[in-house]
């Protein structure tokens, strides 16, 4: 491994480590398990995937569609402070100015479509 692959790793485990002790233990139990998700689909055969897949309910997908866009977003957020800092400042633009609603949500957690 070069140099800079190193150093491109170490940076990439400190951001990892940084996000992972800045949640929750349940948000935390979750990355650990979709990265072990990750890992157990990387030593899988395309076909054993797409049966696995086939097997899954749309409500299964969906949450591991959530989780995997959670942690794309939070990995982009992360890296990105000024970006971060610009939609936090926009969003509170948005409230101030009433262009938001409030969020409704189901006695099962979902959001109520509206």
């Not at 400190?14 to 072990?36: C, G, H, K, M, P």
């Amino acid at each position: 491994m070069s140099t800079q692959a190193v150093v491109e790793s170490t940076k990439l485990n400190d951001v990892l480590t940084q996000i992972i002790q800045s949640l929750s233990r349940a948000d935390q139990e979750q990355v650990l398990n979709f990265a072990r998700f990750l890992l157990w689909r990387t030593n899988q055969p395309e076909n054993e995937l797409i049966d696995l897949l086939d097997s899954w309910d749309d409500e299964q997908i969906a949450e591991a569609e959530v989780l995997a866009d959670a942690a794309i977003w939070d990995q982009k957020l992360s890296s990105t402070p000024q970006t971060l800092k610009h939609l936090i400042a926009q969003a509170q633009a948005e409230i101030r100015a009433g262009q938001t609603q409030e969020m409704v949500f189901t006695e099962d957690g979902r959001i109520v479509p509206g």
